[in-house]
């Protein structure tokens, strides 16, 4: 079911305890969001849920909140946790940790978060003590369970965060082996922006007649975004960025890459060509670089944050000026992940997305999504209004489109080409054997050429020219 939103509901609607009350009045909260609202009362009755929500719409509260009061009277036992977070990312991992932290600090909740990139020993030290909430990437979960320092057996709440992100990034198997360790009795709770059909089949596997809430995406992303695509090659796609970075008054920027491997190369690029304040942000950095390089990106040290939609993944920075597509995201909904980062708490923001003639259906597919037509910009500094006559504005879908279209009408000019073959011909007859040998190989005269047309049998190799113009 689609959710509406309803403002005159507010948490204390919805049961929870005064200790979680008091809370969320600290943070300053009085309505849940259209997620929350749904997802909660269901959750709070241990039912198996399925929730298909944004990054951004309140869905990390939607579980939190409710595992908070479930697990408030319980006791942990060591190495035993009572309920198991997986998120995909490191990041996403610390965010859901800093949920239960500010939340759950009325209650003597333990949690413990095990992610790769850093020592095991504090992890395991936590474990050995027992924690109420284990909150894991699949990774370094596996590495754990497989030394013997976590057991499985207790789970009574399990969440699979961000679970089509887990698919994109191949951890399906591992959370099937890790489901697998885990006891049949238990509330499985499933959150995802989309619903491919591998976590369709996910879902159906291992939840048991789950509710389903999903709230549409606010479509329409905000209106302080002024959305601008840029026209480009990949051979220039690097000079117009750092073109539009000098031209621009960028006060601090993230810049998405598709591939992990573009991100270093572009930050050096950058660097080179003097725009200071650059960092690179991805999945192959240890956790001590990445949370220096988050800090430095939030106290305004670095300008330019240069990542991956993975590795940006629950970053929350207030006050960034512009966004940057360096690549046109696959998915249409990454998009306006992307360009939530501007905009934000009514203040204005600008997102640039570079599209080559490559990206026309991703284009499209965005298009479609946010239900608008996105203008064009050009290097110069001319907008899609100035550029199109008549005040119509194109989109970039259409212009790819059209330089498609183009390609066709140059190739005539090449045409010309081909003459070289009748040239050929003229000079075949100092290339073609001596009459005598034509003579006794009749089948071969029509091969030299015009010079053998007519009888020419006397003339030998000095021809008349007004044989050969015949």
């Known amino acids: 079911m689609t959710v509406p939103t309803d403002e005159k509901l507010t948490f204390r609607d919805l049961g929870f305890s005064e200790p979680v009350l008091k809370a969320i009045d600290d943070v300053g909260y009085q309505h849940p969001t259209p997620i929350q609202a749904a997802a909660i009362p269901p959750i709070l009755m241990t039912r198996d849920l399925v929730g298909i929500a944004q990054t951004g719409t309140g869905k990390t509260a939607s579980f939190t909140l409710p595992m908070i009061e479930m697990l408030a009277g319980g006791r942990v036992r060591a190495r035993m946790p009572r309920s198991l977070v997986l998120a995909p990312t490191r990041e996403l991992a610390m965010q859901v940790a800093e949920n239960f932290e500010e939340y759950g600090k009325y209650h003597r909740l333990n949690y413990a978060v095990l992610v790769g990139g850093i020592s095991m020993e504090p992890q395991i030290q936590k474990l050995e003590k027992g924690v109420d909430v284990l909150i894991a990437t699949p990774g370094r979960l596996l590495d754990l369970f497989g030394r013997g320092n976590v057991l499985l057996a207790d789970i009574k709440i399990l969440v699979i965060d961000e679970a089509d992100r887990m698919l994109d990034m191949g951890f399906i198997p591992d959370i099937e082996k890790i489901i697998s360790y885990l006891p049949p009795m238990r509330q499985t709770l499933l959150f995802s922006a989309t619903m491919p059909d591998a976590i369709r089949k996910l879902s159906k596997q291992f939840l048991s007649n789950p509710k389903e809430v999903s709230v549409a995406l606010s479509a329409a992303p905000t209106e302080t975004v002024n959305h601008v695509l840029v026209e480009t090659s990949e051979r220039d796609k690097k000079k117009n960025l750092i073109k539009i970075l000098v031209d621009e008054n960028v006060s601090n920027a993230f810049v998405f890459c598709n591939r992990k491997r573009d991100i270093d190369g572009l930050k050096r690029s950058l660097e080179q060509k003097g725009i200071k304040g650059t960092a690179a942000l991805h999945g192959d950095m240890d956790q001590h670089s990445r949370s220096k390089v988050l800090e430095a990106f939030k106290s305004g040290e670095i300008k330019i944050l240069v990542c991956s939609d993975v590795a940006g993944r629950g970053l929350d920075v207030a006050d960034v000026s512009h966004v940057f597509n360096y690549n046109v995201p696959h998915h249409a909904e990454d998009y306006v992940h992307r360009i939530g980062r501007t905009g934000r708490a009514g203040k204005t923001g600008r997102a640039f997305t570079f599209v080559t003639k490559d990206d026309t259906k991703y284009v499209q597919n965005i298009e479609k999504l946010i239900k608008m037509k ?25 212009n790819v489109r059209n330089i498609k279209d183009a390609k066709p009408k140059d190739s005539p000019k090449s045409a010309p080409k081909p003459e070289p073959k009748p040239a050929a011909k003229k000079t075949a007859p100092k290339k073609s054997p001596a009459p005598k040998k034509a003579e006794n190989r009749p089948e071969k005269k029509p091969a030299p050429g015009p010079a053998q047309r007519g009888n020419v049998k006397g003339f030998g190799d000095e021809v008349p020219d007004f044989f050969r113009s015949k």
């Open 374 to 398: 996105i203008p064009l910009h050009t290097v110069d500094g001319k907008s899609a209004d100035s550029k199109n006559s008549g005040g119509k504005t194109d989109s970039t879908a259409d």
